[in-house]
T-cell receptor
Framework: AQSVTQLGSHVSVSEGALVLLRCNYS??????LFWYVQYPNQGLQLLLK??????LVKGINGFEAEFKKSETSFHLTKPSAHMSDAAEYFC????????????FGQGTELSVKP | NAGVTQTPKFRILKIGQSMTLQCTQD?????MYWYRQDPGMGLKLIYY???????DKGEVPNGYNVSRSTTEDFPLRLELAAPSQTSVYFC????????????FGPGTRLTVL
């Protein structure tokens, strides 16, 4: 069965610092990959997705992620953190031919210090 | 478009009670999903549907039931609520195309005491 691992359940950065949230997936065939963000007491909102086009994917709010097949990784980055980036971030994989189902990682809570 | 809407936003149930969580989408999506979110566990798929009249179990279906009589609605039924069903429940919809995005509702926070 496919799985998604997010390293670090909690990441804290200073405002203006680099944000790096790690995601690794297990799959013999590169799946579709997603990053979602969840602000407090809200639903999930799509940040970006990889669907086998460009390996560097740009998303909303200045985030981007790079698909690395050799490392089975899809890490999320942002050059300069803003206070408004504080939220929980979920990496998810959508295996081929499984009805669009998503398999989620455990989530990483990002804190941004002033 | 309202997108995906869920009611109620919050609910407290007593052990053994039943309730239905409502989910409606106005995007004409064929695929719909129910997830539960527990702290540190990510989201787990409870049930999903690929169209009206078609439903299937996800990873954690025990204690739940669903129906899909229309494209728009996908209610989740809890029978005989248990404390283990205390969670935040999210409904999502998906157009059905390969690599398409799932769109999530705002969630229902359920507590079973």
């Amino acid at each position: 069965a496919q799985s998604v691992t997010q390293l670090g359940s909690h990441v804290s950065v200073s405002e203006g610092a680099l944000v790096l949230l790690r995601c690794n997936y297990s799959s013999s065939v590169p799946p579709y990959l997603f990053w979602y963000v969840q602000y407090p007491n809200q639903g999930l909102q799509l940040l970006l997705k990889y669907t086998s086009a460009a390996t560097l994917v740009k998303g909303i709010n200045g985030f981007e992620a790079e698909f690395k097949k050799s490392e089975t990784s899809f890490h999320l980055t942002k050059p300069s953190a803003h206070m408004s980036d504080a939220a929980e971030y979920f990496c998810a994989v959508s295996p081929y031919n499984q009805g669009g189902k998503l398999i989620f990682g455990q989530g990483t809570e990002l804190s941004v210090k002033p | 478009n309202a997108g995906v809407t869920q009611t109620p936003k919050f609910r407290i149930l007593k052990i053994g009670q039943s309730m239905t969580l409502q989910c409606t989408q106005d995007m004409n999506h064929n695929y719909m999903y129910w997830y539960r979110q527990d702290p540190g566990m990510g989201l787990k798929l409870i049930y999903y549907s690929v169209g009206a009249g078609i439903t299937d179990k996800g990873e954690v279906p025990n204690g739940y039931n669903v129906s899909r009589s229309t494209t728009e609605d996908f209610p989740l039924r809890l029978e005989l609520a248990a404390p283990s069903q205390t969670s935040v429940y999210f409904c999502a919809s998906h157009p059905g195309g390969t690599g398409d995005t799932q769109y999530f509702g705002p969630g229902t926070r359920l507590t079973v005491l």
